[in-house]
Each structure stands twice: as structure tokens, then as C-alpha cells.
């Protein structure tokens, strides 16, 4: 069960910040994520849109535990 | 060297005094205080940040500008959440023996900060719409400046 | 605009904070602080100043810069007289729409007060010894980036 | 009468920071200055030194009146 984070227009898009899900790789909660919610799933793949787990960007795939924390973060605006 | 991001409303001029007090061994600080201008419709600016992630990259990149341009000093104050027009938004200190290394690492940690930041930003207006913000093409140019700094790949 | 000459010891960060109080126009305000450096053997610098001329020569500078660099407000404060390590000789602040021309605004006028202003600089030393300090090479290096600047003509 | 003041080192070497001369011009006023204290002549026309009268740098002669005020400026050090 990793524990899903979502920032900015994401939150918005999915209508939740942080939810449960349970998922081996990153692929397969992202595959996930766009089976039960396909405007968000797009907007997860969206440009510039990363991912961090274990708040460590990551490209590509990579396994997760029961204590993953993934975050998806849409292009940083700074402040 | 301190990073600090913070929900209350702050008082540039208190850091700046706590930052400046005392320090015989700097002839220079230079601090940028970015405020929130108002804007027609505009209520409120929002930011948010993710906890520990934001931090860490901000420190990291706060740590090259110090080694990279030989600060003594740099203090990062940033708010989030709820931000009203005229409120600091961003304080960035930095100190040196002597001005020009002062005035590139302030300029150098505010076009990370502005540009590359984790940080979301959303606008408030009149009626509760609100909308999301993301970087103008001047904060990329205006990064790019830097152009060998690690605070590029730090946050790609 | 604003020029102040002062004997009076002062506080940065108060000055910053009555500067950028209620601006709500204004995105960037950027603030020099050079502080009296400590050195082997320094008891004391010495400012003189020419009352009135040194305010105009100043003034004037100002002026330039308030309308090539857009700024909204500019201030100075400059100590005269003598001032101990650690104590604030002089402070400027630029207030703009957008960070580059406050950044640009304080940095140029630094380089004008450190390399140009009418002000004549004595060091003090243990022992009652005391020398006159002339502007330094790489102060006028500085300066030179502003090529096209009445600054310097003004100061010829 | 001119009034003439001197600034930074000039001061130290002339032993004075402010004095009243009688001269017609800025050039008969150096006269004078140089005649009556050679090391202060000279110091005033070494390299840098500016002359203001009125509070505005002159370069070359002036005519002076009894109320002007002429000051002699080394080479500005800056804050």
C-alpha cells in the first residue's frame, strides 16, 4: 500500500491529495491511476510532470514497498 | 545557513536585523524581499509545498550558491499557504566580505527560487475561481544565466 | 526618492521594514547593507562628507538610475563620520515591478557609492594613527559595467 | 573674500579645513595658496583633485566674488 501524493492542479484534477494504493512499481500504480481515473492518469504524463519516491525524483519505473511515499508533482512554479 | 518555510506573515526588516547584527568579519548583505502585488481581482496567492522534499532541494541549492560564490551566510525564509497583496512572499539574505559575491548568490538562490522552486502557486480572485500559475519565460531566461549551476539538474 | 546623510549610528532592517511597508505595487525590493568590517589593528572608519554637495552628486545619481532601471522607489541612507566595525556605513534599497530592475537599480548604485560618491575615507588605528583610503581598482571595474551611465560624468 | 574649504587629506596637509582668500580668480586663488604654503599647492594640483565653486566642479579658471565658496576635493573614495 503506497501512499500516493498529489500537488497543485493534480490534487484538483483527481479530486484527493493523498490516498492509498497498492502497487509493486511505479508503472503499475501509474497504469493504476489511469484504469480508475483517466483524466488524471493523462494528466500524470503530462509535460513536465515528475515523480518522486521516497522524495527522490525519479525517471522511469521503480519498485515500491508497503512504505513507499510517491509523489506526483506538476512543473514547480517557485514562488 | 537556514531555509525556512513558514505559514505566518513575516517581518523582512526583523530578519534582516537578526541576520545583519553582529557580524564584523562581512562588509556586505544584500537581502531580496518579493512581495505579493496586487492585481485586479486578485484576493489571495496561494503556495503550496511538499514537506522535507521542498526544504531539501531548496538546502541543496542554497549549499552550491554558498561554496559557488563564497558566502559567509544565507537565510531562506519562504511562506506558503494563504498569501495576501503587500504580504513578503520570499526573503533571501546573503552575505559576503564584499558586495559583488553578495549580490550574485541573493540573485542566483531568487532565480532557483522564482523559477525552479517546489513550490505550486494558485491565484485567488474575486468570485473564488481560482487558477494555477506556472514559471513565465523570463524565470527560465533569467535562470539560464547560471547556466553551469547544479541547481539545474538538481531539479529536472 | 529619498538621500540621507546621518552621524547617527542606524538599523537596516527597520529601514527596510518602513520602506516596504503598504507597497502593494511593488513586487521586488532589494536592500545593500555594507557594514564597517573588522581588521587588524581598525579602531574606527571616518566618513567625511561635503554638506549639500554630496547630497546633490548623490541625488542626482539616483535620479538616473530611479528612471533607466524603472525603478519605483529608491533609497539611501549613508552614515558619516565615524563608525565602528560592525556598524552599517551605508544602505540602499530599490523597489520595482519585477526583480531583474531591483536587483539591477541597488547594485548600480552601490557602485557608484563605493567608487565615486563625494565621500573621503580615513581608517583609524591602534595607536591613534590614520590613513586616508583611496577608491580601489576593482571599485571602479564596477562601475565601469554601467558604461553609458551619467554617473560618470556627473562625478568627472 | 572666497571662502575656501579643503576636504579629506588636503585638510591634513594644509592644517585647516576652511579659510577665507582674497582672489579674483580660481587661478590667481591657487596662486596665492601655492605661494603661501608650497606643500598645499602642490597637493592641490596633484593627480584627482577636483575644484568646486559654488558646489559645482569647475576645470580651468573662474571669476570668484567676495561670496563664493570654492572647495577643493581629493579623489573621492566613495561610502
Known amino acids: 500500500m503506497a501512499r500516493v501524493l498529489l500537488f497543485g492542479r493534480l490534487a484538483d484534477v483527481a479530486g484527493w491529495r493523498e490516498r492509498a494504493f497498492d502497487a509493486a512499481t511505479l508503472a503499475s500504480l501509474r497504469s493504476e491511476l489511469l484504469l480508475s481515473d483517466p ?20 525517471r522511469g519505473d521503480i519498485a515500491l514497498t508497503a512504505a513507499s511515499e510517491v509523489a506526483f508533482l506538476p512543473p514547480m512554479s517557485g514562488g | 545557513m537556514r531555509v525556512e518555510l513558514t505559514q505566518a506573515a513575516f517581518d523582512a526588516g526583523a530578519r534582516l536585523s537578526a541576520f545583519s547584527a553582529g557580524r564584523s568579519e562581512v562588509g556586505a548583505v544584500v537581502s531580496f524581499t518579493g512581495l505579493c502585488r496586487s492585481a485586479p481581482g486578485l484576493t489571495a496567492l496561494e503556495l503550496e509545498a511538499y514537506p522535507g522534499f521542498t526544504e531539501t532541494i531548496i538546502r541543496g541549492v542554497a549549499e552550491t ?6 558566502l559567509l551566510d544565507l537565510e531562506i525564509i519562504h511562506r506558503i499557504g494563504r498569501i495576501a497583496p503587500g504580504e513578503p512572499i520570499v526573503w533571501v539574505a546573503a552575505a559576503a566580505a564584499h558586495r559583488r559575491a553578495a549580490f550574485e548568490g541573493c540573485d542566483r538562490m531568487m532565480d532557483f527560487l522564482k523559477s525552479r522552486a517546489p513550490f505550486w502557486k494558485r491565484e485567488h480572485l474575486t468570485g473564488g475561481d481560482a487558477r494555477w500559475i506556472e514559471p513565465t519565460a523570463q524565470d527560465h531566461a533569467d535562470l539560464a544565466r547560471w547556466a553551469a549551476a547544479p541547481a539545474e539538474s538538481e531539479t529536472r
Not at chain 1, 488524471?40 to 525519479?58: I, K
Request: avoid cysteine.
Open chain 2, 65 to 70: 550558491t554558498v561554496s559557488e560564490h563564497g
Open chain 1, 39 to 58: 483524466a488524471l492518469g493523462e494528466a500524470l504524463a503530462g509535460r513536465g510532470v515528475q515523480a518522486a519516491v521516497d522524495q527522490t525524483l525519479v
